[in-house]
């Protein structure tokens, strides 16, 4: 498989190169953002590891212009920068990880070889829907009451997710580690950010509510509103 890394530190991408390349990987290295994004939109790779922090054009705008050119490439983001805010905005612009530098090299290996699994699985249902509600696995599209509705692909796998186990409570730990891939850490509102935008989106124009709060427990997607959520 190909991994695209593009990483500006000049022993940080060497050593990704390497290693990656020991654990049998055919790994290309661009060392600016410029030539990743070029490489990324013009070959063909399994999944990208990027550095956010690039001193030509940063990693969140490479990725914001490969989504929106319709690339879905799976993305791991390599970041110093370790708030909240700082995770989520990677994620929420289309990265489907987020991995906060300095790390250990087994860790990043985990999870690349988690987000290769990932996007060499096809889903065998193609169309899912819950009332007025469609999501379109193979148009990566979302309607309601025949409106499309514009997600992120966070936010798409996060409703797919949803819908997929209609009527259960998920709660938090089980979406951080299907959808971030990460454990869950009960001081951290990455899912709460996530699942309330995606409310926003979903639910806010419309009567019936299908995204609900069940407290204590976690999130649930089902219609018509249930007596015990919010």
């Known amino acids: 498989m190909r991994i695209l890394i593009v990483e500006d530190e000049l022993k940080t991408g060497d050593y990704l190169k390497q290693g990656l390349c020991e654990a049998g990987f055919n790994v290309t290295l661009a060392r600016n953002g410029l030539d990743g994004f070029h490489l990324a939109m013009t070959e063909s790779f399994a999944l990208l590891i990027l550095d956010v922090m690039l001193p030509d054009v940063s990693g969140l705008r490479i990725v914001q212009s490969i989504r929106e050119a319709g690339n879905m490439t799976p993305v791991l983001f390599l970041s110093a920068l370790d708030t909240v805010d700082d995770r989520v905005r990677g994620l929420e612009l289309g990265a489907d990880d987020y991995l906060v530098k300095p790390f250990a090299f087994n860790e990043l290996l985990a999870r690349a ?23 379109d696995l193979g148009k990566r599209q979302a309607l309601r009451q025949g409106k499309k509705i514009t997600l992120t692909q966070k936010e798409f796998a996060l409703l797919e997710l949803l819908m997929r186990r209609e009527g259960e ?62």
């Open 113 to 135: 070889r988690t987000l290769l699994r990932r996007g060499a699985s096809q889903p065998a249902v193609q169309r899912l829907q819950i009332s007025d509600l469609v999501l």
């Open 169 to 230: 409570v998920l709660p938090r730990s089980l979406i951080a580690s299907q959808i971030w891939d990460m454990n869950f850490d009960s001081d951290t509102n990455v899912i709460d950010v996530a699942i309330r935008r995606l409310r926003g989106k979903i639910d806010d124009d419309f009567s019936q509510k299908l995204i609900h709060t069940v407290r204590g427990m976690g999130y649930k997607i089902e219609a018509p509103l249930s007596d015990d959520s919010n």
